[in-house]
Every structure is written in structure tokens, then in C-alpha cells.
């Protein structure tokens, strides 16, 4: 199939990638071209503009960074809907506004071309490995026609509902993964300042009902001190903007997701945006004078 | 062994029927006679205060409500101080202030009398099945002495450091509990008032790193509206409370644990005490207009 992938990224690059060792055509642009250098060597076609990217291609992928990113590489003088013929379809992967999402995909369906909302989690490794989790939003007869191109990029696929539902999802998803990380940062530093051995609270709670993921995974790092990423703090950041941005329009209370996304804004702020967003463990430090360390 | 076990609620009751089928011989004591009925039927001797239990035991376990309750079992006029002879053990698996168990544990050690902290989580089935989780703290000797007992009641069994260090860890896994129901229902209400269905949200998450024991089962619980406990509102509601009551000792921000605190006193104060905790979801949708439901 001739394929289109906009956005060459730590993570773009490598699902682009795995289609591409899947034997499909594959057409690519990025904005800064000496992203596009590996994928070229691969047998990627380069292309001079989104618009020319879409015109090659059968289902066009997107994978950038932001909203407004999202809306220039489809909207833009040279973008998407400029280049994409009726009938094919724009799979946006990044990580944007569930309601801009949902302009978009009404834009794109006057001039007749489909859109879904196809969000991931799940961090380079995983876009490296082809097992991403991916969310999506958009018709189901769509999501059935690209199905077997999202089975090369990820593993747990899930259909949601109508287009905006991967992002609602997604943005879900970072609600309930930074709150864990803010509760388990104050499981620590309760532990700690009671002269407990946090490692041993992990360890203990990992076998019961306060067990999960995060406690496995960003507990161990958070103990270890290791902030690299995993998943930046500035990009959490910005998906929990969209949160905040989304219970704004809909009129919804979320103090939880407020408190972690304040404690988002103050580690980008303190010029720690490039490390892992449990760096939110440093402020939660800060205010209560106590550092987690573990002798085991 | 000869064995005491004062306290026969819906927890107490199964524990000690545990270690009565065992083989041990088991001397009860129960504010309210009558709760002993079923034990007694079963070969347990009735006791009519804590002072004779722990006259007539190595090994005195303690599992009421809260920490007055456990001063006054221990301290009280006719409390296992008063019976408890040089070398026996006592064992709290209440949950109650780690300070103040430290303290019982200084007056019983006064007259030569070892005590552990040994509070479960795992609920009412967990203990008739003996698989509670269980968390000690306490001279390490004194652990292994009681290990094959703890045996009888629980599976994920964890010695975690000195006194006090096990009811530590139980208000480290009450935080992180509370925090992590909230944050889901904070999900639930943002997928909800963006018109997409919760539990497709909840079945996505599932499988990322939004994933926890909370999602599997609290969850589900959530979106089924089945408020049937569990774990009584008023019960994580009295663990929150020791949890700020340590919070205001140590001298250490909990932001995240207050939030959920404050929901709790707010679901026993409408009278829902009795519900299970995941009710605070309730609250979260008085709060935002929303309530949250699934079409599957």
C-alpha cells in the first residue's frame, strides 16, 4: 500500500520504520529534512511538502508534537487537505486537543478524505519494538482498513468510539498516570520522613491493591533517583495542558489532575523539562523538606 | 501454640477461626460477647477480659477498630498489660497511628514485652481465605517467632522495619489507594463529559502503564455503580485521618492524600460511611455536573 508518515521524531521515526519493514511504500516529510536521512536509506521517498506527502498516499500518518503543529501540517498553506485525494484517509498519532481533533476531522470529511485520532503510549522502546499501545477515534470501518498498519507499529489496539475518542483516551491516560506518580512520590515521602525504608513500602505494596504499573516501573526509578526519560516531563506537561484546557471547555472539575499539572509547569519551569516527568518527586521533596532514599 | 485473639469483627473473626484451624488453642476476648459465639462453637475459650487472653497466651494478636481502641485493649484498666507475662508478644493488626504504636510498644517492652505491628489489607474475603497482605514491624526475631502465624492468615507477608514501620506502610498504602481511586474517577468523568464511553477508556488503560489493581477492580466496580463494600468509606476515611494526623507530626506536605481525606469525610458525612470507598466518585460527580456510565 502507498503509505504517507509526517513527522520524524524520536518516536515517528521508528514507526515509520517498522511499516516500512512491513513492505509497504512509504512517503515522508519532516520539517527540519535531515530527520527523514535514516528512513531515505531505508527506501523512504522524501517529499518537499505534506500536501505532496498526502497526494502519494492511500492512509497518511502524522506523528508531531502538538496541537497547532498538528493543525499546520493539515491545515497549512502546503498541508494535508491540500494534497490528500477522496477517499483516503489521515491517521493523526500525535498527542492534541480532543476538540481540535474533532474540527479537524470535520474539515477534512467536506473535502470527502477520513480522518482518525490514533494516539500512543508506551515510549520510544515500544515504538521501537512495534508493541505501542494505540487509542483511536474515527469511523470503525476506517479504523478496520487501517487496522493492519496499526498491528505494525503496536499491539494493544483499541477502538474507542467517533473521532476524538483516541484523544479523550489518551488524555485519560495521563490523568490517571501522573496522579499515581504524585501519590506514590507522597507514599515515599511519608515513608521516609517516618524513617521507614521506602523500598521496602514498594515492595510490600507492589503485592496489593495499591499495586500498578506505575509503582512497578516510575517506583523504581523515583527510588533510584534516575530521572531519565521514559516520557519528558515537558511532554506530560503539555498533554496535561490539554486536560486542563478540555475540562475547561466541558466545565469539569479535575483537582487532582490540576495539582499534577501544576507540579508539571514548576519542573518545566525549574529547567528539568528534558528529564521524566516523575521529577515531579523533586517538588514534592522541595515542599516538605524531606529526600527519598532507599539502602536497599 | 497457645494463642489469644482479642477483637472479633468481620475481620478479627475469620483470622482467629484461621489459626483456630490450624491446631492452635485460642483464648478470645470480644467487647461484645456475643461476637465470640461462632468462635466458641468452634473450640475457642472465652476470656471475659484482654488482661486474662494475654494471662493465657505466648502470642496475644489485637485486631480492633482504631487507635483508642488499641490503647485501651493494651492499657486500659484490664488490658493485656496487666496479663501479659515476660517474653510473650502482643500483635496489633489494627490499623492505627504509627506514633502511637510506638509508644505501646515502649511500655509493653518496659515489662519485658515484645510487640509487633502487623496491619493486612486485602478485605473480608482476603481473610477467610487466609490471603491477607501483611505488614510488620518490629524486632526481626520476634517476626520469625510469629511468621508460621501469619502463615495461617495471609499470603504477601512483609517485614518491613523497627515498631511502627508496618502501620507505616498500611497509611502509605491507604494514600496511594484513596489517590488512585479518585484520579479514576477523574478519568471516568472527563471520558464521560466528552461523550465517550468509560469503561472502553478503562479497557484501553488496562493495558498501558495507566494499568493498577485500582483499574482492574475499583474500577469496574465504579462503572457498574456497585457501592457495596469492600472497604467501608468510614473505615479509609479513619486511615486517611491517621494518615494527616502523621502528615501534621513529620512536618510533610500531602497534598494529594488531603484531597482524597477531605472527599472521605464528605461521603460519611451524607451518611454513605457504610458504602464502599469508591463513593467518593459520587462527590466527583456532584462536583462536575457528570455522571459517569457505560453503554457496555
Not at 246 to 256: F, I, N, Q, S, Y
Amino acid at each position: 500500500m502507498n503509505i504517507g508518515f509526517i513527522g520524524q521524531g524520536i518516536m515517528g521515526r521508528p514507526m515509520a520504520l517498522n511499516l516500512l519493514n512491513a513492505g509497504h511504500n512509504v512517503s515522508v516529510y519532516a520539517r527540519r529534512a535531515e530527520m527523514m536521512a535514516d528512513l531515505l536509506k531505508e527506501g523512504a521517498l522524501a517529499c518537499k511538502t505534506p500536501a505532496q506527502v498526502a497526494s502519494q498516499s492511500d492512509i497518511t500518518f502524522i506523528c508531531v508534537s502538538d496541537t497547532p503543529d498538528v493543525e499546520q501540517v493539515i491545515m497549512g498553506e502546503q498541508g494535508v487537505i491540500h494534497g490528500a485525494h477522496k477517499g483516503s484517509v489521515v491517521v493523526d498519532m500525535s498527542t492534541i486537543s480532543p476538540s481540535v481533533t474533532r474540527q479537524l476531522a470535520g474539515q477534512l470529511m467536506e473535502r470527502g478524505v477520513y480522518m482518525l485520532d490514533a494516539p500512543v503510549s508506551g515510549g520510544e522502546q515500544a515504538a521501537i519494538d512495534g508493541t505501542l499501545s494505540i487509542m483511536v477515534g474515527g469511523e470503525a470501518d476506517i479504523f478496520r482498513r487501517v487496522l493492519p498498519l496499526f498491528e505494525c507499529m503496536g499491539k494493544n489496539i483499541v477502538h474507542i468510539g467517533d473521532n476524538g475518542a483516541g484523544q479523550v483516551t489518551k488524555a485519560c491516560n495521563q490523568v490517571v498516570i501522573a496522579q499515581t506518580i504524585a501519590a506514590i512520590g507522597e507514599a515515599f515521602i511519608l515513608a521516609t520522613a517516618s524513617g521507614v525504608d521506602p523500598a521496602k513500602v514498594r515492595q510490600a505494596l507492589l503485592g496489593g491493591f495499591a499495586g500498578s504499573r506505575v509503582l512497578e516501573s516510575h517506583g523504581d526509578r523515583m527510588l533510584k533517583r534516575n530521572f531519565k526519560p521514559g516520557f519528558k516531563a515537558r511532554l506530560h506537561q503539555k498533554d496535561m495542558r490539554i486536560v486542563m484546557e478540555e475540562a475547561h471547555k466541558l466545565g469539569v472539575a479535575l483537582p487532582g489532575a490540576a495539582m499534577a499539572a501544576g507540579y508539571l509547569n514548576v519542573v518545566v519551569e525549574q529547567g528539568k523539562g528534558e528529564q521524566d516527568s516523575i521529577s515531579m518527586l523533586e517538588l514534592q521533596e522541595q515542599a516538605s523538606g524531606v529526600t527519598v532514599s532507599s539502602k536497599i
